[in-house]
């Protein structure tokens, strides 16, 4: 064989031993591939074989998050095993993903980029996550609060308060929520759990008062809801109604009778009355009082006496005259009066006695006059 024959067999040669070479490098990159993970459950922990490349050096996984797709390397890592094998791992982030409105999700398509020795090759991977009870019910707000007139009407809803809750599992086994109460007083309870979305599990209840409320009582209720999921989960918050005061009570005194002494039918100025001052109060708003001293039927003895308006300070204002004979008691009545609101008026009984000088009393009692 001559040398140009040689050189060109040679040159052959290498050219097939070269071309075969890389095409058995790029078909060893990637053995086999399953890049499909179906039916996972979103809280799972196991690794899932999804190819091997007994070559391989490395690994990585890339892909993209638009308005429809969720990016699967935010939510899985891959890597190689001692014996080639590609595993799928699921990240912590994936627990709680949002699956509604169905129990089914899928995320990806991603690529899995394989690395061999001189070349690489990339692979299509993609995961269903099937929905576990990983979401808690999310009530609407941490707290809340409300007022509610002292006469709200019993056995009925208190439509100014909403009170929902949202699950953001897919699986209506996972997402039904129910609510509970707790409150101390017996005070209120819950209505049935209503839904009213399904995309997401969305549900409602509202307040029910189950006994009348009374401002002057109790101003202020602190109670504490619950929703909570089928497995357990759950989330709480603050309830807080102000009861808001109406005007439907009378002034009450302090006492139902007050006594006072006269020790001399002349002797003008204030008197003291027992057991103590005369004084009443608006079991309503707490507003100012007015006060009148009046006459019982047919008497006329509260001409002599005075009770200031706004202190209910008690007087003898007018000297009882000697030819006017006084009872063992004189009995007057005590009035207190609202300012504002409904004006609602209430009564007490002021007794005093007159003491006798010089056998002045002797006579038969009179009527004042």
């Known amino acids: 064989m001559t040398s140009l024959g040689t050189t060109r067999l040679l040159l052959a040669l290498l050219a097939l031993v070269g071309g075969g070479g890389s095409d058995t490098a790029s078909a060893a990159c990637v053995d086999d591939w399953d890049g499909r993970w179906n039916n996972l459950f979103e809280n799972t922990n196991d690794s899932h074989n999804i190819g091997s490349a007994s070559s391989a050096t490395s690994v990585s996984l890339s892909g993209e998050e638009t308005t429809d797709l969720l990016d699967i390397s935010e939510y899985f890592t891959v890597s190689l095993n001692s014996s080639g094998g590609i595993n799928l791992t699921p990240k912590p982030s994936l627990v709680g993903v949002k699956d509604y409105p169905t129990n089914m999700r899928e995320i990806g398509p991603g690529t899995v980029t394989v690395n061999c020795t001189g070349t690489s090759e990339e692979q299509t991977v993609t995961v269903k996550v099937r929905d576990a009870n990983t979401a808690s019910p999310q009530l609407s707000s941490s707290s809340y609060l409300v007022p509610v007139s002292e006469n709200y009407p019993t056995q009925l809803a208190i439509f100014a308060l909403n009170i929902s ?41 509202r307040l029910v008062l189950n006994r009348a409320l009374d401002w002057s009582r109790q101003t202020e209720y602190q109670l504490t809801v619950t929703a909570q999921d089928r497995g357990g989960l759950k989330s709480t918050s603050d309830v807080i109604i102000n009861v808001t005061d109406v005007d439907n009570m009378p002034p009450e005194f302090g006492y139902t009778g007050y006594t006072a002494e006269a020790l001399d039918r002349k002797a003008l100025g204030p008197l003291v009355v027992k ?34 308006a706004d202190s209910a300070a008690l007087s003898l204002v007018k000297e009882i005259p000697d030819d006017v004979t006084t009872p063992s008691e004189i009995s007057l009545i005590v009035e207190s009066q609202e300012t504002d609101g409904e004006l609602f008026v209430s009564r007490a009984v002021l007794a005093l006695t007159v003491l006798c000088w010089l056998f002045v009393c002797w006579a038969e009692p009179g009527d004042g006059r």
């Open 165 to 205: 809750a949202t699950d953001y599992d897919g699986d209506p086994t996972n997402n039904a929520v129910t609510f509970s109460l707790e409150d101390g007083t017996g005070t209120f309870n819950l209505t049935p759990a209503e839904q009213t979305s399904t995309q997401p599990a969305t549900y409602l209840t």
């Open 275 to 308: 057991p103590a001052t005369i004084s009443a109060t608006d079991p309503d708003r707490g507003g100012p009082l007015k006060y009148t001293l009046l006459d019982l039927p047919s008497a006329n003895w509260a001409r002599y006496f005075a009770l200031d």
